[in-house]
């Protein structure tokens, strides 16, 4: 195991206890001052991007992953908004979860507490790096960041602002890490930091996720991968399709709840097909269809097997035309990553169906994809979107970034 990685491990460790029992008080100080550091230091943030910009450019990153990665002086005054926005929300630490009182007179309470030290790898997004240490620090926990070297230079400068804003607190600005090494071996060796790392979260593509999946020896709450699709039924809207198809597509087309995969049925294609992908010449998506779908829209490329699996986060679209609404459902629990599925139907008995039969962390009718996110959900920041079961599903929030203990209070009870 990388020595580095072990020695980070064991000051964030250490110093989890001064956020764990710091009040709602002082760490919402924390976080304004964090927020005010970020303002502060922006020349310095903005020329550390521009470093990771010119590199990605340099070695050919896609247009719509740049944007993800690019930082302005307005980006940078809504990741410090979106820091102040976090002090708003409850404090999840010492929620009395429920409570009860047995025959013998003890009393038991389950009661919220931090996870203890968080550790999350993630690419290309600077943003996480403030968003997910805001989050960690409000909900009692130390943070341990390792992101990806496409942002490495954005990310200190990031960490370094939030540290020194930690130093004008009672809160260790140890439980802000970061890991300056983005070799794999240091992702690896952060996965098996079992006994000072209580929970992983990676937010990445497939292949983070997978690596992650695959070598991590600490919990992990599984997010980001989005493989989505929408529906066009047959008895759809076509206006309505048309509109969500577009905006799933193409308002963010490089985020995890944004549609890779277009399904419509065959009784409707013909109708519907030709203007769903004129409207999406609009951004210049390039379509992959497949066989019967590539009759309607012929300048669009075949689909190939591997197109229904992949994750584009790109101006990219595959397109099928399904027999029905059991295929449709078959292809997406086949295909799907559990994020974000839409049907876009005017039937009750087929929407009640792709609800109930489809397995994903978000179901939607007659709607976007785009919309899984905490803050639309009315929820609150979240660090990802959990496509996994346990724990933590859908946007994982401040109430998914704490555990709970249960108290139990008697007056000289013995069993």
């Known amino acids: 195991m990388s020595n580095a990685v072990l020695e980070i491990g064991k000051k964030a460790a250490a110093a989890k206890s001064s956020i764990a029992n710091a009040g709602s008080a002082e760490k919402d100080r924390a976080l304004r001052l964090i927020a005010e550091a970020l303002i502060r230091d922006t020349d310095k943030i ?9 590199a990605a450019k ?10 993800r990665l690019s930082l302005t002086k307005d980006r940078i005054k809504a990741i410090a908004d979106a820091v102040l926005e976090i002090i708003s929300l409850p404090d999840p630490v010492g929620r009395v979860v429920s409570g009860s009182t047995r025959p013998n007179g003890i009393r038991i309470t389950k009661v919220s507490v931090p996870l203890g030290v968080i550790a999350v790898i993630y690419e290309a997004r600077p943003n996480v790096t403030a968003d997910a240490a805001a989050l960690c620090l409000k909900s ?20 370094n602002s939030m540290r020194s804003a930690l130093s004008q607190t009672s ?84 985020v995890c709840n944004a549609a890779e995969k277009l399904l ?12 769903i992908c004129e409207k999406l010449k609009e951004k210049n998506v390039e379509i992959r269809a497949d066989e019967s779908a590539l009759k309607l829209i ?43 599925e839409a049907i876009v139907t005017e039937s009750f008995a ?16 007659n709607a976007s994809t785009r919309f899984t996110d905490g803050g639309e959900f009315g929820f609150g920041a979240e660090i990802g979107i959990s496509t996994q079961k346990l724990h933590a599903r859908g946007p994982v929030g401040l109430p998914e970034l704490t555990s709970y203990k249960y108290v139990v209070r008697g007056e000289g009870q013995i069993r």
């Not at 340099?58 to 944007?67: F, K, P, Q, R, V």
């Not at 996720?209 to 020896?217: D, M, P």
């Not at 087929?350 to 009718?365: G, L, P, Q, S």
Request: with cysteine; proline share 4%; net charge negative.
């Open 46 to 54: 903005l020329a550390a991007n521009e470093k990771d910009v010119n």
């Open 298 to 340: 012929p300048d669009a490329k075949p689909a190939t097997d591997e197109d229904w699996d992949t994750e584009y986060l790109d101006y990219i679209i595959a397109v099928k035309a399904v027999n029905d609404i059991d295929e449709a459902i078959k292809h997406i629990n086949t295909h799907g990553t559990k994020h974000s």
């Open 350 to 365: 087929a929407a009640e169906k792709f609800c109930a039969e489809v397995d994903a962390a978000a179901v939607y009718v």
């Open 140 to 159: 009692g926990n130390a943070v341990i960041l390792r992101g990806g070297k496409e942002a490495f230079n954005s990310n200190m400068e990031i960490v």
């Open 171 to 254: 809160i260790s600005p140890d439980c802000v890490q970061f890991i300056e090494d983005t070799s794999r071996e240091s992702a690896t060796a952060l996965m098996r930091l079992n006994g000072y790392v209580d929970v992983l979260i990676p937010r990445g593509g497939s292949g983070l996720i997978k690596s992650v999946i695959e070598n991590s020896t600490v919990p992990v709450i599984e997010t980001g991968t989005g493989n989505c699709h929408v529906y066009v039924d047959k008895s759809a809207d076509i206006d309505m399709a048309t509109g969500i198809v577009f905006n799933a597509k193409t308002s963010r087309p490089s």
């Open 58 to 67: 340099e070695n050919g990153m896609s247009s719509a992953l740049i944007d």
């Open 264 to 275: 419509i049925h065959k009784d409707i294609a013909q109708t519907a097909l030709p203007k």
